[in-house]
């Protein structure tokens, strides 16, 4: 447990946590730093997003903007936990242990414009499961083993503009993974699929995509463009 009481300044806005043991903190963290605006709790032993002493730690800092779990060994998120939120602009979960996405894991952040979500386990992606998040950005789902690809999935994300799936597992020769995937995401401008399975391009995948201007397909196993 991290206490914050005549240890840290009051006028920190960045507080970074790397290579520790860190459960929780306690109320005064919130007191005594109270323009803090970015946290980064890295590779931390928090095993889940799930017990209560966790999302306690995390609604603590109901006002920071840029919360970063990267490497915390999250396994799940409870529904609503960061629903406190609100003024959240970045979220970073990269390098967890996530297997499936749910809509109830984001709610509360309307105003996310970034979220990472790059090497866990996904395999499941829920189809409302980033609909919570109207006006996010950049989503990074990079290092997963996406095992299906569905427009629903990313429909409400009409303001995304770049998405990263390299090292996803993806081969849209495969019915699990429908071509006309991203032909909801109107104004998506960059696209990384490099790394994947994709044996063949069906230009037919982009269709309506005016905006997009950076698609990347290394190191796949392409034969073929139609």
């Known amino acids: 447990m991290i206490q914050f009481k005549n ?3 009051k006028s920190i806005l960045i507080l970074q946590i790397f290579y520790s043991y860190c459960f929780g903190l306690k109320n005064s963290a919130k007191e005594t730093t ?3 605006l970015i946290i980064k709790i890295d590779k931390q032993k928090m095993k889940q997003c799930k017990s209560e002493e966790n999302n306690q730690m995390i609604r603590l800092f109901d006002d920071v903007k840029d919360p970063d779990f990267t490497r915390s060994a999250i396994e799940d998120i409870e529904d609503s936990t960061f629903e406190d939120l609100e003024r959240a602009v970045f979220l970073g979960l990269t390098f967890n242990r996530l297997k499936r996405l749910r809509k ?5 952040l309307g105003h996310l414009f970034i979220l990472t979500l790059s090497q866990n386990q996904i395999k499941q992606i829920d189809d409302d499961a980033f609909d919570c998040m109207p006006k996010m950005n950049k989503l990074f789902l990079d290092g997963n083993r996406i095992e299906q690809l569905r427009p629903a999935m990313f429909s409400k994300l009409t303001n995304l503009e770049v998405l990263y799936l390299m090292e996803c597992n993806i081969d849209f020769s495969s019915a699990h993974f429908d071509k006309k995937t991203f032909t909801v995401i109107k104004n998506l401008g960059e696209l990384d699929l490099s790394k994947n399975r994709i044996k063949s391009i069906d230009w037919e995948m982009f269709d309506g995509l005016d905006k997009l201007q950076f698609l990347k397909l290394n190191e796949n196993m392409i034969e073929e463009l139609c």
């Open 104 to 108: 109830e894991m984001f709610k509360g």
């Open 34 to 36: 109270p323009d803090l």
């Open 7 to 9: 240890v840290l300044n």
